[in-house]
């Protein structure tokens, strides 16, 4: 069975870090771009940073630029996304999505909460 399971969310203090995980089953991650995307209530999904199946080379939205790290772990079939410095507009369900030509998954999602 094809799976995307999101780890490490959670509520965190303003100024904070979280460790997002992106765990695939079912299919090996080394052929996909993984991106990390996020939804908060009331908001469209809005793309965060994704990384490329062939170069490693990384993209990160403006507003998180500077805070956030994505890296991939080939060996543990993984995909993290490091946040640092988080604010409460931070605050979102976080999914993982895979895409590779016509073949495209997405996670659960996992909650981030900024809060004091």
């Known amino acids: 069975q094809v799976m995307l399971v999101e780890s490490g969310g959670g509520l965190v203090q303003p100024g904070g870090s979280l460790r997002l995980s992106c765990a695939a089953s079912?299919?090996?991650?080394?052929?996909?771009?993984i991106g990390w995307f996020r939804q908060a209530p009331g908001k469209e999904r809005e793309g965060v940073s994704c990384i490329s199946n062939s170069d490693g080379s990384t993209y990160y939205a403006d507003s998180v630029k500077g805070r956030f790290t994505i890296s991939r772990d080939n060996a543990k079939n993984t995909v993290y996304l490091q946040m640092n410095s988080l604010k409460p507009e931070d605050t979102a369900v976080y999914y993982c999505n895979a895409f590779y030509r016509s073949l495209n998954y997405w996670g659960q999602g996992t909650q981030v909460t900024v809060s004091s």
């Open positions: 079912g299919f090996t991650l080394d052929y996909y771009t």
